[in-house]
Structures are given as structure tokens and as C-alpha cells.
């Protein structure tokens, strides 16, 4: 697979990336230790969680289009509505995860996610909300939502969610 060292360096630096930005803190909920309980109904917005699943406090996931990690005016808007939950909820803090849809080289689409991750983050803490609550990820095409290959597939993968890390 590596005929030389030269084509291993690409994926040492991703694989200590994600360990790297992976691991959990102190503060941060470990999934394996609390996860969300099964029983939590779809409409229960209190479970820690995350904006995927509906489960992170009413947080929604952004989308971004193809090959961007611009903010549209629509993703303003669920920015501003995910800011006041957080300026409600004062002790809550989040991770935001970029996600980018499986066309692109692994690095290409890691770069990509962080960037629509920070410009998330860096959005938020524009408008008030305090910058050691966020903390992000770049998860670039690694974790697909939706696996399909066409345009309306791809695009729900091109995203930033929330994970609730503590309340």
C-alpha cells in the first residue's frame, strides 16, 4: 500500500489528527460512559446529544454547498436561533463538527471541514457566545450521513453539527 515514506506522511498526519482532536477532555462527555438513552423520545431536546439526531438542546445542523464553508443567510439564521439556546443554557458547551460529502482527497476534505467548523465557531463567537464553550473537529468525508451518490445525498453530508459536550 506504501511503497515509500513519502506516501505514509499524508496519513500519519491525518491518523494523529484525529487522535489527537479526537480524544475527550475532561469535562467532555465520553459516549461510551453516558450515552443517550434509547428511551429519550425524538422530541426530547434536553438528552446531550447531537444536532444530527435532534438530540442536542434544539441545535441544528448547518449545510453548506459543494466545495464552501461560506454562511448563507439561511445558515444565519439557525446560527442565530443555535446562539440563543446557548446564551440560555450559559454552562453548556458544544463541539462543532465539519463533515464534507465523499468526492476529494482525505486531506483536501480534513481542511475543508475544519474550516466550515471554524467558520462556525468563529460566527458564533462574533455574536456573543463565549469561545472556551466551542470547541471543533474536522471529521472531512469519515462520517457520511448518507451514503448515496447523488447531488441530494451529498449534500446532506456537507455540514456542521453540534455535540453537546457538557450542560
Known sequence: MFNNKKNLFPFV??????V??????KDELNPD?????TSAGADDNSAIGDSDTGRA???????????????????????????QIL????????????????????????A???????????YMIDKGVQGNRITTISFGKE?????????????KNRRANFVVTSR
Open 13 to 18: 498526519i491525518a491518523l494523529a489528527l484525529t
Open 20 to 25: 489527537s482532536f479526537g480524544c475527550s477532555k
Open 33 to 37: 460512559e453516558n450515552p443517550v438513552p
Open 57 to 83: 438542546m434544539g441545535l441544528q445542523t448547518i449545510h453548506f454547498p459543494y466545495d464552501s464553508y461560506e454562511l448563507s443567510a439561511a445558515d444565519k439564521e439557525a446560527l442565530a436561533a443555535n446562539i
Open 87 to 110: 446564551k440560555d443554557k450559559s454552562s453548556a458547551k458544544i463541539q462543532v463538527e465539519g463533515h464534507c460529502d465523499q468526492r476529494g482527497g482525505i486531506q483536501y476534505n480534513l
Open 112 to 122: 475543508l471541514g475544519e474550516k466550515r467548523a471554524n467558520a462556525v465557531r468563529k
Open 143 to 155: 462520517k457520511l450521513i448518507d451514503q448515496g451518490t447523488g447531488e441530494d445525498s451529498m449534500a
